[in-house]
């Protein structure tokens, strides 16, 4: 099975690209990001939940997420693979998540990371913003936090998965086709 965990900060391309890598290897998408919204924009009990941490541009509770995707493996245990976007955002996830991996025998395949600079993630976002109707992408003190958390709490999961030399960065800068074919390059070693 291919689990590809796709990292990055907000406004890196990591949805985009994960559509476009679905498409390509037949594999699932998981994006904690869209299931959060989902969860929300249907006024759940883990929509409400949640909602105060994501206004703000703060990270979801990590048992949370976790309990969303073990709940997602658990009932797609026959896939070809998946890609993970937006998750593990912490390094207590990304220790849940190798173990709940590690149940079903499965791991990591790898992880790859879109590095964007902040002021290219600004812009994108912004943009974003317009098209999507995205509260959290409307302002810029929001994605600035949003980017400075990710920063502060989320890129040092990348120091977990290095460490299993498992990591590979990817420039994140270009052309869609041209993100998407250095992403497929990678891949293809596997």
């Known amino acids: 099975m291919l689990n590809i965990v796709l990292f990055g900060p907000p406004g890196a391309g990591k949805g985009t ?6 498409e390509h290897y037949g594999i699932l998408h998981v994006s904690t990001g869209d299931i959060i919204r989902n969860e929300i924009k249907n ?4 929509g409400l939940e949640v909602k105060s941490f994501t206004d703000k541009g703060e990270l979801v509770p990590d048992q949370l997420v976790i309990s969303i995707i073990e709940d997602f493996i658990n009932k797609h245990l026959d896939a070809k693979g998946c890609i993970f976007d937006g998750f593990p955002r912490t390094t207590p996830q990304a220790e849940a998540f190798d173990k709940m991996l590690k149940v079903n025998n499965q791991e990591v395949t790898l992880m790859l990371s879109l590095e964007v600079p902040d002021e290219e993630l600004v812009k994108r976002l912004l943009q974003r913003g317009l098209v999507s109707g995205r509260t959290d992408d409307a302002n810029p003190e929001v994605i600035q936090n949003r980017i400075n958390v990710y920063k ?5 999961v990348a120091d977990h998965y290095a460490a299993q030399n498992k990591l590979h960065i990817i420039n994140g800068v270009g052309s869609i086709d041209e993100i998407f074919n250095r992403l497929c390059t990678e891949i293809n070693k596997y």
């Open 17 to 22: 690209q994960a559509d476009k890598l679905v």
């Open 43 to 46: 006024g759940t009990k883990l």
């Open 152 to 156: 502060a709490q989320t890129a040092v």
